[in-house]
């Protein structure tokens, strides 16, 4: 007699933002950074995992909005793939690219009788061969549900949103090449990151959820150069840290009063704090509390120059 084997429902995949990367840790052979995701934030990424839908994600550049897709992967242990986008891209080529021009090289070497093998002949009958599988057509492909970042999505054409509705809605596309029907095997989890450079088709909207990343709190700042910066051989003291947020703070909020268009990020205090780490401590909060130091690794611009450090 054959016993019946139960299965038990798995548990729903969920986002704490607690699960962080071990220092120097890399993925993919990429070095993994600490995310640490607000409470309001961490329910949109949940809110999107459950109703799989695509999270899109506003903020100022270098506030995180990349870095998120790369800490829900891991966290979930879940595969990746990164889309970005260029103004180029076409909303094709995160499905599939078929390669025309491949197929008609062999096929003329093949009327040339320069072709011999059995299998080139059988590459050139099969128009599937020619087909390469982009970001999204990878991931509808993967029986694990699979992280997928379209990354500045407003760098693309303004059809480009719109030419994905029906692959975003429905998880499935069809190769016109080969008329192969490709329908997810388990519904990624698509976060989707804008600039704010242009506005998306309201039909493209209705079929997000949305969510602003917000620039960190001071405390929230501190909280993630102690994150990224502690290692069991050294810890950065309370003070640096303290004393250089707090000038990093002040010189976004003279950028902010003078109408900066881009104000330094996160990113760029992160390499800042670098930096600085690479010096003496008692030298660094010297110059700290002088003339701000090492000025290319934050601004970017020569207006920015001449506007804040001439005071």
Same mark, same amino acid.
């Given at each position: 007699?054959?016993?019946?084997?139960?299965?038990?429902? &798995?548990?729903?995949?969920?986002?704490?933002?607690?699960?962080?990367?071990?220092?120097?840790?890399?993925?993919?052979?990429?070095?993994?950074?600490?995310?640490?995701?607000?409470?309001?934030?961490?329910?949109?990424?949940?809110?999107?995992?459950?109703?799989?839908?695509?999270?899109?994600?506003?903020?100022?550049?270098?506030?995180?909005?990349?870095?998120?897709?790369?800490?829900?992967?891991?966290?979930?242990?879940?595969?990746?793939?990164?889309?970005?986008?260029?103004?180029?891209?076409?909303?094709?080529?995160?499905?599939?690219?078929?390669?025309?021009?491949?197929?008609?090289?062999?096929? &003329?070497?093949?009327?040339?009788?320069?072709?011999?093998?059995?299998?080139?002949?059988?590459?050139?009958?099969?128009?599937?061969?020619?087909? &390469?599988?982009?970001?999204?057509?990878?991931?509808? &492909?993967?029986?694990?549900?699979?992280?997928?970042?379209?990354?500045?999505?407003?760098?693309?054409?303004?059809?480009?949103?719109?030419?994905?509705?029906?692959?975003?809605?429905?998880?499935?596309?069809?190769?016109?090449?080969?008329?192969?029907?490709?329908?997810?095997?388990?519904?990624?989890?698509?976060?989707?990151?804008?600039?704010?450079?242009?506005?998306?088709?309201?039909?493209?909207?209705?079929?997000?959820?949305?969510?602003?990343?917000?620039?960190?709190?001071?405390?929230?700042?501190?909280?993630?150069?102690?994150?990224?910066?502690?290692?069991?051989?050294?810890?950065?003291?309370?003070?640096?840290?303290?004393?250089?947020?707090?000038?990093?703070?002040?010189?976004?909020?003279?950028?902010?009063?003078?109408?900066?268009?881009?104000?330094?990020?996160?990113?760029?205090?992160?390499?800042?704090?670098?930096v600085l780490r690479r010096h003496p401590e008692d030298e660094v909060l010297a110059q700290l509390n002088g003339k701000l130091p090492f000025v290319s690794v934050l601004l970017k611009s020569w207006d920015d120059h001449r506007r804040y450090l001439s005071?």
């Amino acid at each position: 007699m054959v016993e019946a084997v139960i299965k038990e429902p &798995q548990k729903p995949l969920e986002y704490t933002g607690e699960v962080q990367p071990k220092p120097g840790e890399r993925r993919n052979g990429r070095l993994l950074y600490p995310y640490l995701p607000d409470k309001d934030l961490i329910e949109a990424v949940n809110l999107a995992i459950f109703l799989e839908r695509p999270l899109l994600l506003k903020g100022e550049p270098g506030c995180g909005k990349t870095q998120l897709a790369h800490a829900v992967a891991y966290e979930l242990n879940l595969p990746f793939e990164n889309w970005c986008v260029k103004s180029t891209s076409r909303a094709r080529d995160g499905l599939y690219i078929y390669d025309t021009v491949s197929r008609l090289r062999d096929a &003329q070497l093949a009327a040339a009788g320069r072709l011999i093998k059995d299998n080139d002949i059988e590459r050139i009958n099969n128009a599937a061969s020619y087909v &390469q599988w982009g970001p999204l057509g990878r991931a509808f &492909q993967k029986d694990k549900r699979t992280v997928v970042l379209i990354d500045e999505i407003d760098k693309a054409d303004i059809d480009f949103p719109n030419d994905l509705l029906q692959e975003l809605d429905e998880l499935r596309f069809t190769v016109e090449e080969t008329r192969q029907e490709i329908q997810a095997k388990a519904p990624p989890i698509i976060f989707i990151t804008s600039n704010d450079e242009k506005d998306l088709p309201d039909a493209f909207l209705r079929r997000c959820l949305f969510h602003y990343v917000k620039f960190p709190e001071p405390e929230r700042l501190k909280s993630i150069i102690h994150a990224i910066f502690s290692n069991p051989e050294s810890e950065p003291s309370s003070v640096l840290v303290e004393t250089a947020v707090e000038r990093f703070q002040q010189l976004r909020e003279e950028m902010d009063r003078g109408g900066a268009r881009k104000k330094v990020s996160t990113s760029e205090l992160i390499d800042w704090f670098k930096v600085l780490r690479r010096h003496p401590e008692d030298e660094v909060l010297a110059q700290l509390n002088g003339k701000l130091p090492f000025v290319s690794v934050l601004l970017k611009s020569w207006d920015d120059h001449r506007r804040y450090l001439s005071k």
